[in-house]
């Protein structure tokens, strides 16, 4: 069974940086999309970042310029640097891939269970 696990949440004072990272497991196949989510409270969870399987990046226009996704293929795992952190940017950050398991022709999308970010001085 597939899993995705984030990592590297805590709590961090403005203008600090963190990296978070998702390691995704289990029968692959083949991955088409990675990319985080973050939900702060009482708002909606909203798209940071994509990465594709060919490199191509998105950032919400909120992630342009301080937040930069990245994928080691090799070993399915999925970062997000961030930098100068706003205590805007608190948020449960979630990893989702749309990637094909081993027992479907077929990709489907997943979650992790998200990790917390904190910005607090």
């Known amino acids: 069974q597939v899993q995705l696990v984030e990592s590297g949440g805590g709590l961090v004072q403005p203008g600090g940086s963190l990296r978070l990272a998702c390691a995704a497991s289990g029968r692959i196949f083949s991955i088409k999309a990675m990319a985080w989510y973050r939900q702060a409270p009482g708002n909606q969870r909203e798209l940071v970042a994509r990465?594709?399987?060919?490199?191509?990046?998105y950032y919400a226009d909120s992630a342009k310029g301080r937040f930069t996704i990245s994928r080691d293929g090799a070993k399915n795992t999925m970062y997000l640097q961030i930098n100068n952190l706003k205590p805007e940017d608190t948020a449960d950050y979630y990893c989702?891939?749309?990637?094909?398991?081993?027992?479907?022709?077929?990709?489907?999308?997943?979650w992790g269970q998200g990790t917390q970010v904190t910005v607090s001085s």
């Open positions: 989702n891939s749309v990637l094909t398991e081993a027992r479907y022709n077929y990709p489907r999308d997943y």
């Open positions: 990465i594709l399987n060919d490199g191509s990046t």
